[in-house]
């Protein structure tokens, strides 16, 4: 399977759970010669003021011949696609809600006279 379907996968399953998303590229020299990286970043909320950003990489070694980086690339990428499906679960769509509690819980220990 191509590396590609595997960042579409990563792409398509952030942005169906409401995550922003990019890819960063760059092409670095190694001792094999020159490769290709790419760091999947995913945001979400990228307006907030406060926001979260999750990143990982996809890219597998290419020595030896027919190593899969699942430890360093695959567990990285499912832990963030994970992560972004329980906080659909356990928070939902309702972030202007999870703001308006962060903000009273902050200013009730900080600023008892603003509640």
Known sequence: MSLLLFLQHIETSMRDLGWDVEVSSSR???PDGEVDFHNVIATLDPDAPR??????????KKTPRGFLGATDSA????QM???AHTMRRDL?????????EHAFMRYSVLEPSLL
Do not use: F, K, W
Not at 51 to 60: E, F, G, K
Not at 75 to 78: D, E, L, R
Not at 92 to 100: N, Q, S
């Open 28 to 30: 670095q020299r190694t």
């Open 51 to 60: 926001r979260l950003v999750l990143a990982c990489h996809y890219d597998s």
């Open 75 to 78: 567990v990285p990428c499912a």
């Open 81 to 83: 696609i994970n992560l």
């Open 92 to 100: 939902g769509d309702d972030r202007e809600r999870v703001r308006a």
